[in-house]
């Protein structure tokens, strides 16, 4: 777990969300409920993104009880029905509204250009997580948009609170600014154990 990006995030003016978002993703992080159980209490979200997981009904509810027990935030990706099951919040992909089930007061979206970021304005998104900021193993030869890129979509967002999203790490998180209230990663979260907090729930 990157400690420089936990000494950031406990540093940085807290909000009405957690500065630090765990993705789940199935194939660089299969086993989530290990990966949130090791997430600080208190300091973090998840995003449940286990498409296509065996299960994967069964596993949230798993993911969201965790969640609850570790105080961490929760918003299920791209599936309102599932939200509002758990009593959890909903992640609008591309700032994409859910269909025809009233989605969940707490809302977060990700977005990879200006129409996105407009479209999860326009969605009542909390925040919005804009991305790719640096070269990532989840956008494979993809370009990140840089920090300069990141800010300019941040301005867009507002009064969203921009969040940043893709090769996030303590080290080049300050390059980003004041502005930036909280990230996404998978990778710089993962531990198998976080100092300091041995307890289990």
């Known amino acids: 777990m990157d400690q420089r990006l936990i000494a950031w995030a406990r540093a ?29 209490r208190g300091l973090c979200g998840v995003v449940f993104r286990h498409d296509a997981a065996p299960g994967r009904a069964a596993l949230a509810r798993q993911v969201a009880r965790l969640c609850r027990a570790r ?17 959890a919040g909903l992640h609008l992909r591309g700032g994409r509204q859910p269909g ?9 979206a990700s977005a990879h ?21 640096f070269s990532t193993a989840s956008h494979p030869g993809a370009a990140g948009i840089g920090p300069f890129g990141w800010r300019r979509l941040a301005r867009l967002a507002a009064p969203v609170s921009p969040f940043a999203l893709g090769g996030i790490s303590g ?12 990230v996404g990663a998978i990778e710089a979260l993962l531990s198998s154990h976080f100092p300091g907090d041995s307890r289990r729930p």
């Open 113 to 133: 250009n200006a129409a996105q970021v407009v479209r999860a304005r326009r969605a009542g998104a909390a925040a919005v997580f804009i991305s790719p900021i």
């Open 71 to 87: 105080r961490l935030a929760l918003v299920v990706a791209g599936d309102a029905g599932l939200a509002v099951s758990l009593r």
């Open 12 to 40: 940085v003016k807290r909000g009405p969300l957690p500065p630090l978002w765990f993705f789940t993703d199935a194939t660089r992080a299969p086993d989530p409920l290990a990966a949130i159980a090791a997430l600080p």
């Open 171 to 182: 080290r080049r998180i300050r390059a980003l600014g004041p502005g930036c209230a909280g």
């Open 100 to 108: 025809r089930v009233k989605p969940p007061k707490l809302r977060t």
